[in-house]
């Protein structure tokens, strides 16, 4: 419904009951037909505009339709424009983050220093970052608090007795029926009171970054309640009856829509931060340099993950109909021409290569500064430099263009009567041809993490033809100059409808081609005992679900990523709220 201008749907009509055997595969628990509108006479313009009380969430839109003819023209023309705001979780209580709805990649980053060799199992490390939003940056180790210990293990109430830790290491043991886990939280607790709370440093799981949350990164701050949008389409029909028999029918109808949907900046957890870092070693001088770490950082510098769909449509149809003269025999023929283009591109992604490498930079101008905090909403980093942070940016691109023609004719009419009714008949005739294309901007199948947190399926097309007949036939058994009490009219009805599909579906790991012919019946039965008043029905069909060639393709695809790197110039900017 999407791809249809409201204004120039006249009804819809629904069929509960499984018409393969009639519309083909797509129709095998039911079919619902949109009617366009064929006839109107004179002009109708809708507008709508709403908003809620509460942070300007509008949503408004136009639809016109206008249509003439005379006895033997039709003309109907309709089109739509509608646009709505974003809403954000925050905007509304219900879905604002609050408790737990947080993720324990955050932004201060936490560090966990990697254990030492030869550590008895089980035994784990306490954890630290900078204690935001007291303090937001750490560039000096007369910054960090007397007494802060960077190297704390927690060992498990069954370690061997004799194990004593290396130099630099500070050990504690979990008591007894105490889970390590537990124990380190207790630990932690117990060096955060020795520090004091507006210490720049602090130990545990995370800050608190808002009211009422545990400890972590609320990301519910950055999605959205309801995603911005803009569509726009158009509907052209007309018809021209040449003579009584042939009427030339034309139709087209065009839709584009563009949506936007956010989630929080990039996840980057446990990545490798060496005890090398120009950073680490100005900080923490104390530390050996082959005592190394593991980073988990949110970087809300970066802006959030957005992924931007772009979509548009375009639907023609050209075709021929009549009735037969002094006959109750109508046909109908005709071709379409339906090519649909999808665009979507993704920012906020993190080049990993990039970011790592400036993790483990040695000099003051290449390393990350990973003792920093920015806000949770964004803004600049108040330790390293836009120019840094911009160069490990990554966005992506996909493009998926597809096009289905087809051909169609159709005869339907009566045989010959019986006493009850006329014997109706119709066959069918069809041709379609469906060909896509899938294509990331690029992709590294070799290397799946180049770009985080991005996944794209590798290029991809495909090819499809089906060649259909189909056959329908409704017998009456009761009805007209044949009834009986409770039996106003009995009607049988039988469909045949076969298809034979030939695929060719391309991907980065071979080429599948494939062919199959399926046919399916349907059997429907009418009973009216009351006319007018009751109505019985049954029918007894058969389906089939023909896989799209898009997941022929993707089966034998493998999952990997595609990125670009824009200009430091095009880092995107904090939402604003």
Known sequence: LNLIPTAAIERVEVLYDGAAAVYGSEAISGVVNVILRKKFRGA??????????????????????????????????????????????????????GGDA??????????????????????????????????????????????????????????????????????????????????????????????????????????????????????GYWTFGYRPHTRYGAYAYGDHKVSEWLTVVGQVSYMFNRSVNQLAPSPLSNRPLPGTNYWVRQVLPGS?????????????????????????????????????PRTTWKYRGGYQYNPSNFFSVQTGGVITSRYDAALAAGTAAAAFNPFGFTPVLGGPSPVNPQTLISSFQGQSTTR?????????????????????????????????????????????????????????????????VVKSYAAEMNIPILGESVRFPFAESLHLGVAYRNEDYKDTSVAVLGTVNAKRSTGVPRYTLLWVPIKDELTLRASYAEGFVAPSLGAIALARGRLSPSCSIPSPASARSPPRR
Not at 290 to 316: A, C, V
């Open 400 to 464: 998926y263009e597809g096009t289905l023609t087809s051909w169609d004719a159709n005869v339907q009419g009566e045989v010959f009567r019986l006493p009850a009714g006329p014997i109706a008949v119709s066959g069918t005739l069809a041709r379609r041809t469906f060909t896509f294309t899938n294509q990331p901007d690029f992709t590294i199948a070799q290397s799946p993490v180049l770009i985080f947190p991005f996944n794209f399926a590798e290029p991809s097309s495909g090819n499809r």
């Open 288 to 324: 050996p340099t082959t005592q190394n770490f593991l980073y988990t950082y949110r970087p809300t510098e970066l802006g959030p993950r957005q992924t931007i769909n772009k979509f548009d449509d375009l639907n023609s149809y050209v075709g021929v109909q009549g009735q037969v």
């Open 102 to 219: 947080v993720s324990g990649t955050s932004n201060p980053g936490l560090i966990v220093p990697v254990l030492p060799a030869g550590t008895p199992a089980g035994t784990i490390a306490a954890r630290w970052f900078v204690n935001a939003p007291t303090a937001n940056s750490l560039t000096t180790a007369s910054q960090v608090p007397p007494g802060f210990q960077p190297t704390v293990m927690v060992l498990a109430n069954n370690a061997p007795a004799t194990y004593t830790p290396p130099t630099g290491w500070t050990a504690f043991r979990a008591n007894a029926g105490e889970s390590t886990t537990n124990a380190r939280s207790r630990v932690e607790t117990q060096l955060n009171t020795q520090l004091g709370a507006n210490a720049r440093v602090q130990y545990g799981p995370n800050a608190v970054l808002g009211p009422g949350l545990l400890p972590g990164f609320p990301f």
């Open 44 to 97: 109708k313009l809708t507008t709508y505009y709403g908003n809620t009380t509460d942070k300007d969430t509008d949503n408004k839109s136009v639809e016109f339709l206008v249509g003439t003819g005379n006895e033997k023209t039709n003309i109907v023309i309709a089109g739509n424009w509608s646009k709505g705001s974003d809403l954000f979780s925050t905007d509304r209580t219900r879905s604002t983050p």
